[in-house]
């Protein structure tokens, strides 16, 4: 799995490539936990060349939305463009009343810049 990773003032965007499931959802699990202790506790994960995932998959983006949104990192995890199939697995698993998803890494990346700076939330 080709994953990228862009370092924004708002967020880091992780764009990971292909199919997301049991043999590379490791790669992207370890890409979100190197993130997260660099200090970077919002993170826009774009699913758009993402073009199948398994529950260990979902499993990822389970566990690391938990972690950013814990009291101890106080940021989140933001789901950016996934394509239709993907979206269809997030809805199966009812976690799109959970997530925070939306249609464009753009519109995703303004939801954070939005917000006052992490840690300093009411």
């Not at 997301?20 to 200090?39: F, I, K, M, S, V």
């Not at 697995?89 to 959970?98: D, Q």
């Amino acid at each position: 799995m080709d994953i990228a990773t862009n370092i924004l003032p708002s967020c880091a965007v992780v764009q990971p490539a292909g199919t997301l499931d049991r043999r590379t959802a490791p790669e992207l699990e370890a890409a979100l936990q190197a993130l997260t202790g660099q200090g970077h506790s919002r993170i826009v994960l774009d699913l758009s060349r993402v073009g199948e995932m398994s529950s260990a998959g979902l499993r990822v983006i389970i566990s690391s939305a938990k972690l950013l949104r814990s009291e101890r990192t106080a940021g989140d995890l933001r789901l950016a463009a996934p394509s239709e199939r993907v979206v269809q697995v997030l809805e199966l698993a009812g976690l799109l009343p959970v997530l925070k998803v939306y249609p464009t890494d753009e519109q995703a990346i303004a939801s954070f810049a939005e917000l006052p700076p992490a840690g300093k939330r009411a």
